[in-house]
């Protein structure tokens, strides 16, 4: 489960914005982007890649979804 919420969206717009948005925004930002966390962290799971940028995007590749084809 993410870890981001509203005073987690509040200290990064404060550190690397320099703003402090409403209290509304922050939780309205951080329902929006804890889902993506989440996502995230099961993805990154099964990625394997090196550090080597090729590394990264042939992983990508490999996790793409194909059913479109």
Do not use: C
Request: charged share 30%; hydrophobic share 40%.
């Amino acid at each position: 489960m993410s870890k981001i919420t509203g005073t987690f969206v509040l200290s990064l717009a404060k550190v690397w914005h320099r703003f402090e948005p409403a209290d509304q925004d922050m939780e309205a930002l951080a329902e929006m982007l804890a889902p993506m966390d989440d996502a995230g962290e099961t993805f990154s799971r099964d990625i394997g890649f090196d550090m080597e940028p090729s590394d990264y995007e042939l992983a990508l590749d490999r996790q793409a979804d194909t059913s479109h084809e």
